[in-house]
């Protein structure tokens, strides 16, 4: 988390699932006095008082940023509660998550309807699906996009494991994992990727794509060339 911040960047996504995530996040945040700097993201399996109760205590916290039902499924789900507890400043925004694209039907249509803040979705150099219908949708109606398991959950490393970044990337990338973020962040509906790390370098690796120049949507071409042609 130092080397989070050290890096410029405040988004912190977890959820009520992620094992102890929160009672970890909510330990280290309250004895370094860093709440104010961060932007707390978490995630409720439903709008249950008791879960977000829960969360609000494991995270030391009176209020999140945002507040994300977590894995929707169904085109039904209602962000009602969500918002009435946005109403009473529980959290600053609401928001949706899915990383299933058996689920996206469902995503669009909470998407939609409720017009939440914000929306999750896995998007990665190799796993664009995202691109068709959900981003499109998300600028409609306004929403912030997230974008979960951003290396493919380590998948993107594996597959350029051994190789050197082309010199035409290294004008906007200093590694491949800059490289991976800012085919993301080059999209102009994506507002922040969330790549997970356990490892303090690989954090301020990552910190590092919030600088410096975009891929340009011919660059951005050029990117997913080269991983289908790996
Ligand atoms: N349904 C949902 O709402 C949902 C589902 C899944 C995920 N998410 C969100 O998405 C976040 C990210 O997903 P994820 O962690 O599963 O996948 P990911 O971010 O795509 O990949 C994480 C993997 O990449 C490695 N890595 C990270 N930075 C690196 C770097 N600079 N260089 C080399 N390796 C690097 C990590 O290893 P090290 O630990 O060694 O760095 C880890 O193995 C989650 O934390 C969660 O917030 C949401």
Known sequence: MQAL??????????ASTYGDAEIVLGKVTAAAGVRDKLFIATK???????ELKRSLARLKTARVDLLQLHNVTSKQ???ERFREWKRQGVCRYVGITSTSRRD???VEAVLKREKPDFVQIDYSLDNRGAEKGILPLAAEVRAGVLTAV??????LFRLVHGKELPDWARVFANSWGQFFLKYLLGDPRVTAVIPGTGDPGHMTDNAGAMRGPLPDPDQRRRMIEFIESL
């Open 104 to 106: 996206y039907p469902a």
């Open 44 to 50: 409720l399996e439903s709008p249950d008082a008791q």
């Open 5 to 14: 911040i050290r890096g410029g960047g405040r988004l912190i996504d977890t």
């Open 150 to 155: 951003p290396y493919g959950n380590g998948r």
């Open 77 to 79: 789900q209602s962000l």
